[in-house]
């Protein structure tokens, strides 16, 4: 009987091991060394066909359980990596403001909240974002081409070739410290496309703690969402 194997994508090196990782976005790559054929490593595949399904159905369900955040009194939204209470409110002159320490959201538009909440941190993300650009253009003697809030799948920037710099409305619920990292990261890329060595150093030239900011997007990054 033959097993059904995941979608796995492979990447040789010089390395003495095999690793199997499963990306943030679900999808299966295997790090192999340069001598492994590909029977080996579909045989390796094989034997831990049952951990990778097992670890990927986990994964599903947390998605499928995330918690959405309920559109009642009280619950919390991030802006700028501070947490604030959400008040119902009767009337006001636009859907949702956010004043005094508190989100403001017109009752009526309680059915459509997270579209409004969407475009609330694309409003406020251009205007920041092009700020820390252009505080870190001349440190770092890049010039972007264009800047662009998105929604952008998995990830929280990206760069194009030809020089824009697209970031995720998300990065608006982070704490200044990280969207700083996020913008010197995306910035770094105008000089050097891949996070080689180059790519890293220039970024510790900006941020010399970019580590700590690094993971703590890694770990809290997925609680950043509506
Ligand atoms: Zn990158």
Same mark, same amino acid.
């Given at each position: 009987?033959?097993?059904?194997?995941?979608?796995?994508?492979?990447?040789?090196?010089?390395?003495?091991?095999?690793?199997?990782?499963?990306?943030?976005?679900?999808?299966?790559?295997?790090?192999?060394?340069?001598?492994?054929?590909?029977?080996?490593?579909?045989?390796?595949?094989?034997?831990?066909?049952?951990?990778?399904?097992?670890?990927?159905?986990?994964?599903?369900?947390?998605?499928?359980?995330?918690?959405?955040?309920?559109?009642?009194?009280?619950?919390?939204?991030?802006?700028?990596?501070?947490?604030?209470?959400?008040?119902?409110?009767?009337?006001?002159?636009?859907?949702?403001?956010?004043?005094?320490?508190?989100?403001?959201?017109?009752? #009526?538009?309680?059915?459509?909240?997270?579209? %409004?909440?969407?475009?609330?941190?694309?409003? &406020?993300?251009?205007? /920041?974002?092009? $700020?820390?650009?252009?505080?870190?253009?001349?440190?770092?003697?890049?010039?972007?081409?264009?800047?662009?809030?998105?929604?952008?799948?998995?990830?929280?920037?990206?760069?194009?070739?030809?020089?824009?710099?697209?970031?995720?409305?998300?990065?608006?619920?982070?704490?200044?410290?990280?969207?700083?990292?996020?913008?010197?990261?995306?910035?770094?890329?105008?000089?050097?496309?891949?996070?080689?060595? #180059?790519?890293?150093?220039?970024?510790?030239? %900006?941020?010399?703690?970019?580590?700590?900011? &690094?993971?703590?997007? /890694?770990?809290? $990054?997925?609680?950043?969402?509506?």
């Amino acid at each position: 009987m033959t097993t059904k194997l995941p979608p796995y994508t492979v990447k040789k090196s010089a390395r003495k091991t095999l690793s199997i990782y499963i990306e943030r976005d679900g999808s299966v790559s295997v790090l192999a060394p340069n001598e492994n054929t590909d029977e080996e490593i579909r045989e390796i595949v094989t034997q831990k066909s049952y951990q990778i399904y097992k670890y990927l159905a986990e994964r599903e369900e947390l998605i499928a359980t995330k918690s959405y955040r309920e559109i009642t009194n009280g619950e919390s939204f991030l802006y700028l990596g501070r947490n604030y209470r959400l008040q119902l409110v009767k009337d006001q002159d636009a859907p949702l403001k956010l004043k005094d320490g508190y989100f403001f959201l017109r009752a #009526a538009d309680k059915t459509h909240a997270s579209e %409004i909440f969407k475009e609330f941190y694309k409003g &406020k993300a251009l205007s /920041r974002i092009a $700020g820390r650009v252009a505080f870190y253009r001349d440190k770092m003697n890049v010039v972007p081409r264009e800047i662009r809030i998105m929604e952008l799948h998995n990830r929280w920037a990206s760069c194009s070739r030809k020089g824009d710099l697209n970031f995720h409305w998300k990065c608006m619920m982070a704490p200044l410290t990280i969207l700083d990292y996020i913008v010197v990261h995306e910035m770094a890329h105008l000089k050097h496309e891949t996070h080689n060595e #180059a790519f890293w150093n220039e970024v510790d030239k %900006i941020i010399p703690d970019y580590r700590e900011r &690094k993971s703590w997007l /890694r770990f809290n $990054g997925a609680g950043m969402d509506l």
